[in-house]
């Protein structure tokens, strides 16, 4: 997967359009200067997720851990009932997507028994179906039996942080089902992936990296326009590397998938900012999800649904071209 050379678009908000200049990935909003025109229909073309998702601006995922508190090791009647709330909440809130998980992915988290991952995570995703919502649901798993229980019960969508590298039996499940799965770079696991990490170029190995899990999944009998692409940021990247992948976001178009970003409440908002508690860091995680909305992205992982969408609807106003 991946054009072989890859091309960096610089995508572009400002207006008026120059004559000739084209969508990037489809996006109303965002447009570049189609140097390659033997590249410029590929990089213009939208790059449909779902029937039901639209193309043309960047959607918003709503992010539902099912991950215990201190009290309950989740699954319980109380844990499905507050999921579903919070499910509910979200979608009132604008959300496109709802990514539901029940192993954390922190850096040092512990790994979850495949049984509990689906004791925490198919009951809730039964139970926004049964309570009416149709808002496509993806599954925050490493894990085929995880995956299979949670397409079975309603979900629509995998998001695989290991990039098919953790579970071999996924592939397969996944190109069966014919669903979309995001593929996210990591280096090392979440147990072992902040202790030292390292690049040459990470820009260019995250790339390639990706690259190749596409070839694999596609290997694996999966359609490659069933892929999501993910750089992974705060997996096994410090400060300086997140930058640079949030800087050359654009060159990942190239690699002719949807881009998906999770930068919510993460680590090194905290470290710009100053601010240590997560969930006062979403003014920060606002401002990264409009650079990658300008960056073309086409998904936006976040915590803050109703923050995110309202500044996305503001962006999305200020960047459209209008005939006046
Ligand atoms: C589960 N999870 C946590 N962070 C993530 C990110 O940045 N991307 C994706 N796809 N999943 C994530």
Redesign the pocket.
């Known amino acids: 997967m991946g054009m072989t050379h890859p091309l960096h678009p610089v995508p572009r908000t400002d207006l008026p359009r120059p004559r000739g200049a084209r969508p990037l990935a489809g996006s109303a909003h965002v447009w570049w200067d189609a140097a390659d025109l033997a590249q410029a229909d590929a990089l213009s073309a939208p790059r449909p997720i779902l029937p039901a998702l639209p193309t043309d601006r960047p959607l918003v995922m709503g992010?539902v851990n099912v991950t215990p508190d201190s009290f309950s090791d989740g699954g319980t009647l109380g844990d499905v009932a507050d999921a579903v709330a919070r499910a509910r909440a979200m979608v009132a809130a604008g959300a496109d997507i709802l990514?539901i998980?029940g192993e954390s992915?922190r850096p040092g988290a512990a790994e979850v028994p495949v049984k509990d991952e689906i004791a925490r995570t198919a009951p809730v995703i039964a139970a926004i179906r049964a309570a009416g919502v149709s808002t496509p649901i993806s599954i925050?798993t490493r894990k085929a039996a995880v995956a299979d229980a949670a397409l079975k019960a309603g979900a629509d969508i995998v998001?695989?942080?290991s990039a098919l590298s953790w579970d071999p039996a996924l592939a397969r499940l996944v190109a069966e089902a014919g669903v979309p799965i995001?593929l996210?770079h990591a280096q090392g696991t979440p147990q072992t992936m902040q202790k030292a990490p390292h690049y040459g170029d990470v820009l260019i190995e995250v790339y390639d990296h990706l690259a190749r899990r596409m070839d694999h999944a596609v290997a694996q009998g999966i359609a490659a326009d069933r892929l999501i692409s993910?750089v992974?940021?705060?997996?096994g990247k410090t400060l300086t590397h997140n930058l640079t992948l949030l800087k050359g976001l654009a060159l990942f178009h190239s690699l002719g998938a949807p881009i998906?970003?999770?930068?919510s409440r993460?680590r090194f908002i905290g470290t710009l900012s100053g601010v240590d508690e997560a969930p006062l860091r979403m003014p920060g995680s606002v401002a990264v999800a409009l650079w990658a909305a300008a960056q073309g992205a086409q998904i936006l992982?976040v915590h803050d649904v109703a923050e995110t969408v309202q500044a996305l609807a503001l962006w999305r106003a200020m960047t459209l071209e209008t005939d006046e």
């Open positions: 992010i990514d998980g992915t925050d998001n695989d942080v995001c996210m993910d992974g940021i705060g997996f998906l970003l999770g930068a993460k992982r």
